[in-house]
């Protein structure tokens, strides 16, 4: 797979473009029986552990490859050809998201993307933000620095995992700028009605932020039609990318209702004319791509999103659908209980299982681990995330496996 590195001579340009095309060795009409070769963890480990970090497929390990190897051999030479990869990569997220390429930004993680928007809206003593309990820290963290500005952060409760609308609505007021909150929330597994959140914001002339990392990818999401203003994801998850490798997506008429944070060289309108002080930001979400972008991480997660768009996020959710329905309907059969939302649309590819009583989740998480099963454990519960290659075959070793264990 790839362009032999053996073939690399001096003075020879390398088409990143044309490699990266040729590491996706699979055809469109591939069935998931098929696809799990491009897995080589299915070779070891039952994975299915997607909410914390994904293994890699062989495209995205041959692209590090490839990129490591021409980097070694030529030097920047050929770096003019992986920065043109570079943008049909961020062309592909266009297309996911249904986005316009200039809107979206690579940043290192969503981290990264949360605090661009914390640290850049024009706060004033006195307002305040609203997201739910139990959001991860990385949407938490940068919206409580806010304190020491006079802004409140307020969370509202869950009941049984589950955001109750007329309670987030009530949490609005008149000094409210913005709601934050996840596609889908890591520990519980429930999705976010993100329209329906979006609509509220329109009416109340809130802006909406979301961590979408635990959906991007799997789930559709299209920005045109569901009225977000603000969202960023990390890679190593369900995008089965790289760790340190994301994307930062602002709606074009929100980009001026930000001070910029993190300005560098890269972020002006004419970044490669060094001998020239042109203080002109870019008009758009790249003028927060501050200096050098992790190349390799975003070649292999372009890698990555490559495979999925070509499976189609429709057809990834519906089989990650019929994998988790699996799941929970084996597990009826054990004394565990499914925590999880599984309604039309709540459900996710995160399911969140009580244990019985005296069994501790994360001594299961070990026991799994030692029989060849990842799977992890948040709040108190099992979680388990499989992906569109794993199998139903996979799916009932667990079931099994959680049957004897308790």
Not at 43 to 56: E, G, R
Not at 260 to 268: L, M, R, T
Not at 361 to 381: C, F, H, S, T
Request: charged residues 25%.
């Amino acid at each position: 797979m790839g362009t032999s590195p053996a073939t690399y001579r001096r003075g020879q340009t390398f088409d990143a473009g044309l490699a990266l095309s040729f590491s996706v060795g699979y055809n469109r009409r591939m069935d998931w029986v098929t696809l799990r070769s491009e897995f080589p963890v299915t070779d070891s480990w039952v994975y299915m552990d997607h909410a914390a970090v994904a293994p890699l497929p062989s495209a995205a390990r041959q692209v590090l490859i490839d990129w490591a190897d021409d980097v070694a051999r030529n030097g920047v030479v050929n770096n003019g050809a992986w920065q043109k990869q570079i943008e049909r990569i961020r062309e592909r997220f266009a297309t996911l998201l249904h986005a316009h390429p200039q809107d979206i930004a690579f940043v290192k993680n969503t981290s990264e993307g949360i605090g661009i928007v914390a640290e850049g809206l024009h706060w004033q003593r006195g307002d305040n933000l609203v997201s739910v309990e139990g959001e991860y820290p990385a949407n938490v963290y940068p919206w409580l620095n806010l304190a020491d500005r006079g802004v409140e952060y307020r969370a509202v409760p869950l009941c049984q995992g589950r955001v109750i609308m007329d309670e987030l609505a009530a949490a609005i007021d008149a000094r409210t700028r913005l709601v934050t909150i996840s596609f889908v929330e890591f520990a519980t597994g429930f999705r976010n009605d993100l329209d329906r959140i979006g609509q509220l914001c329109r009416e109340r002339g809130v802006l909406f932020f979301v961590d979408a990392i635990q959906g991007l990818g799997v789930l559709p999401l299209d920005v045109e039609k569901t009225p977000i203003d603000f969202l960023a994801a990390d890679g190593h998850k369900w995008l089965v990318g790289p760790e340190g490798a994301g994307i930062l997506w602002i709606r074009r008429d929100c980009l001026e209702q930000l001070h910029p944070v993190g300005i560098g060289w890269n972020s002006v309108v004419d970044p490669f004319d060094f001998s020239k002080i042109d203080f002109r930001l870019k008009p758009h979400a790249g003028r927060y791509e501050s200096g050098t972008l992790n190349v390799p991480g975003i070649l292999a997660l372009g890698a990555s999103l490559d495979l999925l768009l070509r499976l189609g996020v429709s057809a990834i959710s519906q089989r990650i659908r019929e994998l988790t329905d699996r799941l929970c309907a084996g597990i009826e059969r054990t004394n565990w209980h499914v925590y999880s939302s599984r309604r039309d649309q709540e459900w996710s590819g995160i399911v969140s299982l009580q244990s019985p009583d005296g069994i501790e989740p994360m001594k299961v998480v070990r026991l799994l681990r030692q029989r060849g099963v990842v799977v992890n454990a948040r709040a108190g519960r099992l979680r388990i995330s499989p992906h569109c290659y794993n199998s139903p075959e996979e799916i009932d070793r667990l079931v099994d496996l959680l049957g004897e264990l308790a």
